[in-house]
């Protein structure tokens, strides 16, 4: 039994399952761990590309190089084809992994972990999970500024650079999903909760989402 199948058994299907996507100072990756834990299942960040490169038998790197949140991933060079700056001194990576084989492959990860309860950041999970019951969708995001602000508080970001590093970011997540999924990632139509988590500290972020989280499970 794989490693995902085996946590499914063992977890069942009635664990919460929260999506999300967040703009980049947004605190994400502060948010979804506490919600994860608040809610008693696994945080899905950097995991996504490790099961992808074990599942199609490809170096970390190459999966890295074409995952959504990576420095130099997949959106970035999506960006890139549509003629959008991404600052000097930057080259896309090689692309021995196609981007559809590694969204094909993410799509089956993701599915398959949701199926057992997790917390899942970027990836359009709220586009491959869809309207699965019991699922929320959660939209983190606030004013630009606010967000580079942020992202040094946190230490996602250096405050020399904050404002590049945003738009870059934003940008290459906007392409990834805009490219292969055709929607705006900033559409509310996505989601069930849109945060602006600069407006809120970020603890009263994950008690909110845990909340609807808990919510929507028992409403499914």
Request: one cysteine or more.
């Amino acid at each position: 039994m794989t490693s995902v199948a085996h946590y499914i058994a063992r977890v069942g299907s009635a664990a919460p399952v929260v999506t999300l996507s967040a703009g980049f100072g947004a605190g994400g990756s502060v948010i979804g761990p506490r919600v994860a834990e608040r809610l008693g299942v696994p945080f899905l960040d950097r995991a996504i590309p490790a099961e992808v490169s074990k599942q199609l038998a490809v170096p970390l790197e190459e999966a890295l190089a074409r995952d959504e949140r990576s420095p130099h991933g997949v959106g970035r060079v999506l960006a890139a084809f549509a003629h959008v700056s991404l600052g000097v001194g930057w080259a896309p990576p090689p692309n021995p992994l196609d981007e559809q084989a590694y969204k094909a492959e993410a799509e089956k990860v993701i599915e398959a972990r949701a199926a057992g309860g997790a917390v899942i950041l970027g990836r359009a999970a709220a586009l491959v999970i869809g309207e699965r019951p019991g699922a929320l969708h959660v939209r983190l995001h606030g004013p630009p500024a606010a967000r580079a602000a942020q992202a040094i508080r946190i230490g996602a970001a250096e405050a020399a650079d904050a404002e590049r590093t945003l738009l870059d970011a934003d940008r290459s997540r906007d392409a990834y999903v805009k490219k292969l999924y055709g929607v705006d990632p900033a559409d509310p139509r996505h989601y069930h909760l849109v945060i602006d988590s600069t407006a809120l500290p970020l603890d009263e972020c994950v008690q909110l989402i845990a909340h609807a989280a808990t919510a929507a499970q028992r409403a499914a």
